[in-house]
C-alpha cells in the first residue's frame, strides 16, 4: 500500500542551527513528492514540490529538499532556523493523480 | 487571484446536529477536493468532485457524510448528526481540469462537536 512515513513526531532545534526533516515513502510508480507547512490553526502552505528534473529543488523560506529514489526518500532541509519557522510541517505524495498522501507531520520548535 | 475561500473557519456544533462546510475553489478550478485532519494526524482524502459530478468518494465515510459541487455556487461538505469523533479540521483544495497533481489548499475548517 502507498504510505509516507515522517519518523519524527517532534523536533527541536535551536535558532541558527541547521534542520533536516525526514521523509520516506512508499510507491509503485514515479511520485510526485511535496512539503507543506501548517502554522498554528493555519491551512497549508506549500513550502516545494518535486514532480521530475534535478533531484535538489529549492522552496520557498530558504527550504530545499532532496529526492533520492534508493532511499525513497524526500528530505527536507534549511541551513540556519529563524523563530517563525516553528510549525508543523508535512510531507506528501501522489503518483501524478489527485490523491495526495500525507504524513503525520513534524512538529518544530525553535529555541531562541 | 484570490485563493480557495473555505467558510466558516470556525464550527461548533452539538452532538446530533447538522455541519455544512463551504469551499470556494480559486478562479478557473472546477475540480475540487476534501480532505479531514483529525487531532495529531495528517490530512486524509475525502472526496473528489467536479461541477455537478462525485468522481471519487472512496475516503467518506459511508454514514452521515455527503458532498457536492453544483453547476453554481460553492462545494458543500455535510455531515450530518455530528457526532464528537468528527472533530476535525477540514480542508478544501482545488485544481484545474487535468491538473489534479497541483492542488492548492484553503485555509480549512476548524469543526469542534461538544
Known amino acids: 500500500a502507498q504510505s509516507v512515513t515522517q519518523p519524527d513526531i517532534h523536533i527541536t532545534v535551536s535558532e541558527g542551527a541547521s534542520l533536516e526533516l525526514r521523509c520516506n515513502y512508499s510507491y509503485g510508480a514515479t511520485p510526485y513528492l511535496f512539503w507543506y507547512v501548517q502554522s498554528p490553526g493555519q491551512g497549508l502552505q506549500l513550502l516545494l514540490k518535486?514532480?521530475?528534473?534535478?533531484?535538489l529543488v529549492q522552496g520557498i523560506k530558504g527550504f530545499e529538499a532532496e529526492f533520492k529514489r534508493s532511499q525513497s526518500s524526500f528530505n527536507l532541509r534549511k541551513p540556519s532556523v529563524h523563530w517563525s519557522d516553528a510549525a508543523e510541517y508535512f510531507c506528501a505524495v501522489t503518483s501524478g493523480t489527485y490523491k495526495y498522501i500525507f504524513g503525520t507531520g513534524t512538529r518544530l520548535k525553535v529555541l531562541a | 487571484n484570490a485563493g480557495v475561500m473555505q467558510n466558516p473557519r470556525h464550527l461548533v456544533r452539538r452532538r446530533g446536529q447538522e455541519a455544512r462546510l463551504r469551499c470556494s475553489p480559486m478562479?478557473?478550478?472546477?475540480?475540487v477536493y476534501w480532505y479531514r485532519q483529525l487531532p495529531e494526524e495528517g490530512l486524509k482524502f475525502m472526496v473528489y468532485l467536479q461541477k455537478e459530478n462525485i468522481i471519487d468518494e472512496s475516503g467518506m465515510p459511508k454514514e452521515r457524510f455527503s458532498a457536492e459541487f453544483p453547476k453554481e455556487g460553492p462545494s458543500i461538505l455535510r455531515i450530518q448528526q455530528v457526532v464528537r469523533g468528527d472533530s476535525a479540521a477540514y480542508f478544501c483544495?482545488?485544481?484545474?481540469?487535468?491538473?489534479?497533481?497541483?492542488?492548492?489548499f484553503g485555509p480549512g475548517t476548524r469543526l469542534l462537536v461538544l
Open positions: 478562479k478557473g478550478h472546477s475540480h
Open positions: 518535486y514532480f521530475s528534473g534535478d533531484t
Open positions: 483544495a482545488s485544481s484545474l481540469p487535468g491538473q489534479g497533481e497541483t492542488q492548492y
